[in-house]
């Protein structure tokens, strides 16, 4: 029988330590809801002790999701698997995911300690977080550099202790796919009652082996794999959730596993991570690139015409590409807005449909066709974040051989305020002119511009980083008009400032 691999999703913890990630509570919980809808079998929602903020996600993930394991990180400390336990108190399903280090390098370095007292570490807190919690994963960090033989000390110990789950993570991604294999099966061969746990894996992409050390460690017996939307993680990322299922579905005959993965549901999950952290995920991307199903050229599109499978090893069905034949546009009525919407995966509240549809109409005055994409769009760039500041209206004098004037018209807190400002090109003028406007110190860190569809009438989606205070937020601006969507981008990642500092 096919053995079932369990897929542990990091996106809201790994995936959020990579630069620029960040998310709020509300982009949280509509990933932890996607992710439910995707069927992970395990959501790490956060690092309950890192920050009041992580701590809420976590709670308000492990309240509002039923049908996965909802697991939070804490390190090998009491106050760390206490801050966990209370976080997820209201799980329907909690794990408390607990690590510590197992490599001399860095015990020796990092934690300075023995290994001896990382052994009794383990008894001690292991046992600790099992009283709290029925279900506890025990990570050794740095496991693929630590030494084998205390490495199997350290996971039998776990395993005593109570974990039920082992992870072996390749924390900095430096294992070969053969080296996985081999540790894997040394780990099967000489870990003490290792068939009472689940082996997992979590393997970062250092050198682009992620997804393949993943696999290696599968077909050595690995049970549980850890991994993000799009690869998102620390540094270069972790193994890409979306490579590693289409891998296990596509070559079935070469694995002969399965997961719980509605893959119709990769293609969704992935764009609209991309859309919520402001990162679009480059063309040549497996899986869920723009160009993972295009075909190019004249000898490959002739082999497609004559049969599909010639140059294509999955169908973009499989992961919900979709064709719609119901054309949306200004003609269109609430029924088939509603059901389009339901149909790409949202269940929203009344309230918000209505405040939709009402864009969705705005829209259509600009654009003929709106499609998927721009409905996507729509739907992910209306911010959940309190409109403080809401813009007006906007005028601009620019040209070639000038420098940029823009007045800006805002509504802050329902107050109209109106500045100008001049600026090497109108968007940079308009940024210092809403800049005069607020007493934020702000500062741009990334801008980056994206048609989201095409034609005349596309939609310009505009992502922008800016630090304030010492954090770093991203904010996004959906127009026709891309000085528009510029301004509204800045103005969003301004709302969620003032939304942060009034929750601190
Ligand atoms: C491989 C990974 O991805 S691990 C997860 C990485 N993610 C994060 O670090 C994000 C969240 N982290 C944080 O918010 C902070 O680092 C906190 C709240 C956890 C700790 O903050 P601080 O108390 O200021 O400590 P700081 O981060 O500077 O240093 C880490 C400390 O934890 C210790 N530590 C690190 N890992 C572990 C562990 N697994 N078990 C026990 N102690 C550990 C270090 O030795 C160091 O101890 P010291 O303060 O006695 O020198
Ligand atoms: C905390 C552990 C599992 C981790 O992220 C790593 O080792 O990369
Ligand atoms: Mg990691």
């Given at each position: 029988m096919s053995q079932q691999i369990k897929i542990f999703d990091t996106t809201l913890r790994d995936g959020e330590q990579s630069p620029g990630c960040s998310m709020n509570l509300n982009e949280k919980l509509k990933m932890a809801r996607q992710l439910e809808r995707l069927r992970v079998d395990i959501i790490e929602a956060g690092f309950a002790i890192a920050s009041p903020g992580d701590f809420e996600s976590v709670a308000a993930i492990?309240?509002?999701?039923?049908?996965?394991?909802?697991?939070?990180?804490?390190?090998?400390?009491?106050k760390d698997i206490d801050a966990s336990a209370e976080a997820l108190k209201n799980a329907?399903?909690?794990?408390?995911?607990?690590?510590?280090?197992?490599?001399?390098?860095?015990?020796?370095?990092?934690?300075?300690?023995?290994?001896e007292d990382v052994l009794s570490q383990i008894d001690e807190l292991v046992t600790y977080a099992r009283n709290l919690c029925p279900d506890v994963e025990f990570s050794a960090e740095d496991a693929s550099r630590s030494d084998r033989d205390f490495l199997c000390r350290a996971l039998e110990r776990a395993i005593r202790a109570g974990a039920s789950t082992v992870n072996i993570p390749d924390t900095v991604g430096y294992a070969t796919p053969?080296?996985?294999?081999?540790?894997i099966s040394y780990i099967k061969n000489n870990v003490p009652n290792i068939d009472k746990?689940?082996?997992?894996?979590?393997?970062?992409?250092?050198?682009?082996?992620?997804v393949a050390t993943s696999l290696a460690s599968i077909k050595a017996g690995a049970t549980q794999v850890e991994c993000t939307l799009n690869g998102i993680g620390e540094r270069a990322g972790n193994a890409a959730l979306e490579e590693i299922v289409m891998a296990l579905k596509t070559r079935r005959d070469f694995f002969d596993c399965t997961t719980r993965i509605d893959t119709t549901q990769i293609y969704r999950s992935c764009t609209r991570l991309a859309r919520i952290i402001g990162q679009d995920i480059p063309n040549n991307k497996a899986i869920v690139g723009a160009n993972a199903f295009l075909h190019e050229s004249g000898i490959h599109q002739h082999g497609v015409l004559a049969k599909r499978e010639t140059y294509e090893i999955m169908t973009p069905e499989s992961i919900g590409i979709v064709k719609n034949n119901?054309?949306?546009?200004?003609?269109?009525?609430?029924?088939?807005?509603?059901?389009?919407?339901?149909s790409l995966g949202y269940q929203l509240p009344e309230e918000a449909i209505a405040k939709l549809f009402e864009?969705?109409?705005?829209?259509?005055?600009?654009k003929k066709d709106v499609s998927d994409y721009d409905l996507e769009a729509l739907v992910e760039s209306t911010s959940h974040t309190p409109e403080h500041y809401k813009l007006d209206r906007f005028v601009i004098n620019s040209g070639n051989t000038i420098r940029a004037t823009a007045i800006v018209r805002l509504q802050i807190d329902g107050r109209e305020v109106e500045d100008v400002a001049i600026g090497d090109g109108p968007i940079f003028a308009c940024y210092k002119a809403i800049e005069k406007m607020s007493p934020l110190n702000l500062k741009?860190?990334?801008?980056s511009i994206r048609s989201v569809t095409e034609g005349e009438d596309a939609l310009g989606q505009v992502s922008v980083k800016v630090t304030c205070n010492g954090k770093t937020l991203t904010g996004r601006g959906l127009s026709?008009?891309?000085l528009e969507s510029s301004i509204l981008a800045y103005l969003h990642a301004i709302n969620k400032f003032i939304s942060l500092e009034k929750q601190a």
């Open positions: 492990a309240q509002t999701i039923k049908d996965c394991t909802v697991a939070s990180l804490s390190r090998l400390v009491k329907v399903s909690p794990r408390i995911h607990t690590f510590i280090a197992t490599s001399d390098l860095h015990m020796r370095y990092k934690l300075k300690m023995k290994p053969e080296e996985m294999f081999d540790l746990a689940t082996i997992s894996v979590h393997n970062h992409n250092d050198l682009g082996l992620g119901i054309v949306l546009g200004k003609h269109s009525g609430r029924h088939a807005f509603e059901d389009r919407l339901v864009k969705f109409k705005v829209l259509c005055d600009r741009l860190e990334d801008y026709t008009d891309i």
